[in-house]
């Protein structure tokens, strides 16, 4: 099993906490802070595996995940468009544990290219789905994490984003044999979190709502007792 899903599925709390400069409505996250200060604060409050946005339409560069790289402990995922092998022999440089495979933007022979390229440089494959067409086009699927983004690509993620997505694929990224079917993008109460974690989810990936709170380490302390709760 690979690092980044041994440790995010080991965790008390799966979630994947996500550093991003702005979000889609191009409004500052970071509040003055740097990458570092936030991985920092994630690494205080628990969070077993980083995601690191590189993509422009974020604001983000691959300088940011070097400076996490710098201070985190933790498997990092990076998170942009990539579509060629020169990308993920970077991302492997930089110190990522896994990379984002949308999809959505490659043909199923280009994903799976690229999903062994990943595999053969000791990446996990973060594969993003949204329809179960594309969940049969995962290749090696006990080797990828599989997650469903609630948001849509399509607008630029600008939408709140579509729990109920992840609980209509869930069955079906579980029937491929993933050992990691994770839910991203528009989780943001710790009762939408732990409720997407009691219907089966490995993990979860939360960006807005942590580098929105006074406290992350207070949102993972909340999911904890909610889940205890239930």
């Given at each position: 099993m690979?690092?980044?899903?041994?440790?995010?599925?080991?965790?008390p709390?799966?979630?994947i906490?996500?550093?991003?400069?702005?979000?889609s409505?191009?409004?500052?996250l970071?509040?003055?802070?740097g990458p570092?200060d936030?991985?920092?604060?994630?690494?205080?409050?628990?969070?077993?595996?980083l995601s690191?946005?590189?993509?422009?339409?974020?604001?983000?560069?691959?300088?940011?995940l070097?400076?996490?790289r710098e201070?985190?402990r933790?498997?990092l995922?990076q998170?942009d468009?990539?579509?060629r092998?020169?990308?993920?022999?970077r991302?492997?440089e930089?110190?990522?544990?896994?990379v984002?495979?949308?999809a959505?933007?490659?043909?199923?022979q280009v994903?799976?290219?690229?999903?062994?390229?990943?595999?053969?440089?000791?990446?996990?494959?973060?594969?993003?789905?949204v329809?179960?067409?594309e969940?049969a086009?995962v290749?090696?699927?006990?080797d990828?994490?599989?997650?469903?983004?609630?948001k849509?690509?399509?607008?630029?993620?600008?939408?709140?984003g579509?729990?109920?997505?992840?609980?209509?694929?869930?069955?079906?990224?579980?029937?491929?044999?993933?050992?990691c079917?994770?839910?991203?993008?528009?989780?943001?109460?710790?009762?939408?979190?732990?409720?997407?974690l009691?219907?089966g989810?490995?993990?979860?990936?939360v960006?807005?709502?942590?580098?929105?709170?006074?406290?992350?380490?207070?949102?993972f302390?909340?999911?904890?007792t909610?889940?205890?709760?239930?």
């Amino acid at each position: 099993m690979s690092a980044f899903i041994e440790a995010l599925t080991a965790a008390p709390v799966p979630v994947i906490a996500e550093v991003k400069a702005r979000d889609s409505g191009g409004r500052d996250l970071l509040g003055g802070r740097g990458p570092a200060d936030v991985a920092r604060a994630y690494h205080e409050a628990g969070a077993p595996c980083l995601s690191v946005v590189t993509g422009s339409w974020f604001g983000g560069t691959v300088e940011m995940l070097r400076a996490v790289r710098e201070v985190s402990r933790v498997p990092l995922l990076q998170k942009d468009f990539l579509t060629r092998e020169r990308q993920l022999r970077r991302a492997a440089e930089f110190g990522a544990s896994a990379v984002l495979l949308t999809a959505q933007l490659l043909p199923a022979q280009v994903l799976r290219s690229l999903t062994e390229r990943a595999l053969g440089l000791g990446l996990t494959p973060f594969v993003e789905v949204v329809s179960e067409e594309e969940i049969a086009d995962v290749a090696h699927p006990a080797d990828c994490v599989i997650a469903v983004n609630n948001k849509d690509i399509r607008t630029g993620e600008r939408d709140d984003g579509d729990l109920a997505r992840s609980l209509r694929l869930l069955q079906a990224v579980c029937a491929t044999g993933t050992r990691c079917a994770v839910s991203a993008s528009g989780v943001g109460t710790a009762a939408d979190a732990a409720a997407l974690l009691a219907a089966g989810y490995s993990g979860l990936l939360v960006g807005t709502a942590l580098l929105d709170s006074a406290s992350p380490a207070g949102w993972f302390a909340e999911l904890a007792t909610t889940r205890g709760a239930a």
